[in-house]
């Protein structure tokens, strides 16, 4: 793995944790978060309204939400 001198070799988890959150994520609600030139790509776990994981039975998986958030100049 290549090293660059101004990027950490690891993060704390607060520092995970506050980097998601600054974009107005949180941890929990994710299952990938992509930054990319453009925007940041984000796929978040579709809940309830009580906060319960919604379910697509006939898939039998977790229905998951896309978001992207563009960058404007």
Same mark, same amino acid.
């Given at each position: 793995?290549? #090293?660059?001198?101004?990027?950490?070799?690891? +993060? #704390?988890?607060?520092?995970?944790?506050?980097l998601i959150a600054g974009v107005g994520f949180e941890v929990k609600? +994710?299952?990938? +978060?992509e930054f990319r030139m453009d925007g940041v790509y984000a796929e978040v776990?579709?809940? #309830?309204?009580?906060?319960?994981?919604?379910v697509d039975s006939q898939a039998d998986e977790v229905v998951l939400n896309r978001v992207f958030i563009p960058v404007r100049d």
């Open positions: 793995m290549k #090293t660059i001198t101004s990027v950490p070799e690891s +993060l #704390t988890r607060e520092q995970y944790v506050s609600e +994710l299952r990938r +978060l776990f579709e809940r #309830t309204e009580s906060g319960g994981l919604v």
